[in-house]
């Protein structure tokens, strides 16, 4: 599993291709108030259901509000075969809203 800052997702953010996805772990209420463009919501207590829906990616963008959530799920991920998952591991949406990027709502 690879891991990048939040700063390197955002140079990514404009460039990313067809089969790729970030995917915020976060509560639904998390999300609501605020994720990064584009992003999918599947939070980290659902995402066993939906592996089968993952499968389709080629490359999984993993991220959460602080990092914990997100390194759990990129472990889940892992475990269930998943060779294509990128972990934002260091503070999530915390260091994306420090550092004044765009979100939707």
Known sequence: M???SVHDLHEKLHELKSGEIILDVRNPD??????????LNIPLGQLPEKLEDLKKYVTIYVHCKMGGRAQRA??????????????IAE???????????????
Request: proline content about 5%; glycine content about 10%.
């Open 2 to 4: 690879t891991k990048i």
């Open 74 to 87: 990129a472990e889940l991920l892992r475990s269930s075969g998943f060779t294509n998952i990128v972990c």
């Open 30 to 39: 998390e999300y609501a108030s605020g994720h990064m463009p584009s992003s």
């Open 91 to 105: 503070l999530g949406m915390d260091a994306w809203h420090a550092s004044g990027y765009p979100t939707e709502s």
